[in-house]
């Protein structure tokens, strides 16, 4: 059960956060548009797997969920710096 | 390294690999004979044979042809002819709606002189659309294209030995065997696995990670693409008719300024209409990158409306990684590292899908079923693509449909290679499958007789070789208690 709650997290969590970075680096960055979004697209596919092993690689459940919660607020906030708004 | 993070890391791998394995085996598959999608082209259209092109002339043909016979087609898209190809390939739609595509012939422009098949566009396709429709085929393949980054990242850190093994096979061990054959196919070409893996994912990227685009954008997802290669936006068309200018001046003036990059695509939109646009592609064979050199002509006046070269950094970077994906620069010595390498690809996966029910055997749980499904898929799938070549030499030339009865042929054969190998216990399923491997492999090699160019020699030569590995498969006794010797 808790493996389940973790893989969940994992892969949920972990696309969650690739999703955040990709709009986060399309209005923070300082080049154009379009370059800003594709930045925000590869560095959304770098992410995912390191979530997802990030997710497997913390003891506690506990800690995969605060963690993926605290950098998807991280990321958020960049964002809405940056003037998304979602 | 904390023994708790290696171990997670192990599960995680095992895991990753168990649930994706089969289906990132067909995708490696199919990509692996992509790399020769020009040459499969050719072996898969006979009557071409000792035939050149010359790109101008043909793509003339093609669009004359296409003005007589599919005036009504909102666009008309044509890869020009080139060296590895001496036809032109073209797809238009038909006026009840569905989208035609062939081959045209060179001189003539139509496309009764030439068998209808998809050549090597049927593995293209499949290799990132899973004959699933749009879009899921393509988001099952980018999520296994991450998968197999993960499971490839996580492997490091589950190998514990890693330059070691390097230089470790202990063959006649059974699960030590796998393992070391798994390890040292995975490890040696480590950096053409994880560049192909990630690259993968680059190219199906704006299809996984749509929020970029949507949230920047504001839900107009194609100004991005628009944004991406500016010169490639088509006008909309105005209703008036319109009459095409002559493609000559055109094509000779793109083809002046794309040098010796050559012609690679043209594409005609709204033909018959007063707004009718040209877009001509340069051919990318000369740098790594995935960019093109495009024009855009005014389709009626012949006037060029933009020259555009990609030179923004952050997408030279994106169209470099999608450029090393798909290898369109690669001289024949780096696509044939191409081909070894996904076949190396396959074997880490499969030799990976083989140690899991080892492993499980040993702890005693039962693994039959898995073991007969994996028969089904690593044996079945080498025949269902070698009757793919088969059906293009046995079906006649003039069977209606005979391009989507190739197609058919490889899921017909496919199908049934799982029901043979479910319905049989699997030591004697691996050993049928295997024999009838070898048997399609080598009619594939008798079919590219009288073998005498360099394709049809590469041809023989590979699926002679592949025979031979499944010969020698099928010639093995597994050893007592089910394990392999």
């Known amino acids: ?86 | 390294m904390r023994p708790g993070f290696r171990a997670a890391m192990t599960w995680l791998h095992d895991w990753t690999g168990i649930l994706t394995g089969w289906v990132l085996l067909a995708i490696v598959l199919s990509g692996t004979l992509s790399v020769f999608r020009s040459e499969i082209n050719v072996w898969m259209r006979p009557e071409l044979a000792g035939r050149t092109a010359d790109p101008v002339r043909a793509t003339i043909a093609a669009i004359d042809w296409l003005h007589d016979h599919a005036p009504r087609s909102p666009a008309w898209y044509l890869t020009a002819a080139n060296p590895r190809a001496p036809f032109t390939w073209a797809v238009w739609q038909q006026p009840d709606g569905p989208f035609v595509q062939h081959a045209l012939d060179p001189a003539s422009g139509a496309p009764d002189t030439i068998r209808d098949t998809l050549g090597g566009e049927f593995f293209y396709r499949f290799h990132f659309e899973l004959q699933i429709p749009y879009p899921f085929g393509r988001l099952v393949a980018a999520v296994a294209a991450m998968a197999l980054v993960l499971a490839l990242v996580t492997g490091i850190v589950a190998h514990r030995r890693f330059f070691a093994d390097f230089f470790t096979f202990r063959p006649h061990k059974g699960q030590r065997s796998w393992l070391d054959a798994h390890n040292l196919l995975g490890v040696t070409v480590l950096p053409f696995h994880l560049v192909i893996a990630f690259s993968g994912a680059v190219t199906l990227a704006s299809l996984l990670l749509p929020w970029g685009i949507l949230s920047a954008y504001r839900g107009a997802p194609a100004q991005f693409q628009d944004a991406l290669s500016p010169a490639m936006a088509a006008r909309p068309a105005t209703g008036t008719p319109g009459t095409l200018a002559p493609m000559e001046p055109i094509l000779h003036e793109a083809a002046r300024r794309f040098g010796p990059d050559g012609i690679g695509q043209i594409y005609v939109y709204n033909p018959g209409d007063a707004a009718a646009t040209l877009i001509a592609i340069g051919g990318n064979g000369r740098h790594v990158g995935f960019d093109s050199h495009v024009l855009r002509f005014d389709g009626t006046t012949g006037r060029i409306l933009a020259d555009y070269r990609e030179h923004r950094p952050m997408i030279s970077t994106f169209a470099t990684l999608y450029g090393l994906h798909v290898a369109r620069f690669a001289p024949p010595l780096t696509r044939w590292l191409y081909f070894v390498c996904g076949l190396l690809l396959a074997a880490v996966i499969a030799s990976g899908l083989r140690l899991r029910t080892l492993r499980r055997r040993r702890q005693g749980k039962s693994t039959e079923a898995v073991e007969r499904l994996n028969a089904g898929m690593i044996a079945g799938i080498p025949v269902a693509f070698a009757g793919y070549f088969l059906a293009n030499r046995l079906l006649p030339a003039t069977l209606p449909d005979r391009a989507g009865h190739e197609v058919q042929a490889v899921f017909t054969l496919w199908g049934l290679m799982l029901v043979l190998a479910a319905a049989l216990p699997s030591a004697t399923g691996w050993r049928v499958l295997s024999v009838l491997a070898m048997l399609a492999l080598g009619g594939v090699a008798g079919f590219s007789a009288p073998w005498l160019n360099g394709i049809d020699q590469g041809a023989a030569i590979v699926a002679i070789l592949l025979a031979a590995g499944f010969g020698y498969a099928a010639s093995r006794r597994p050893a007592p208690g089910g394990r392999a010797r």
């Open chain 1, 1 to 86: 059960m808790s493996m389940l709650v973790r893989t969940a997290t994992a892969i949920i969590g972990g696309y969650g956060i690739a999703a955040m970075a990709a709009i986060t680096l399309s209005w923070c960055l300082p080049w154009s548009r379009a370059e800003n979004v594709t930045a925000g697209l590869l560095a959304g596919l770098l992410l995912w797997p390191a979530m997802v092993m990030l997710g497997f690689a913390l003891r506690a459940s506990l800690h995969v969920c605060i963690a993926i919660t605290g950098i998807a607020a991280v990321l958020a906030a960049l964002a809405l710096l940056g003037g998304w708004r979602p």
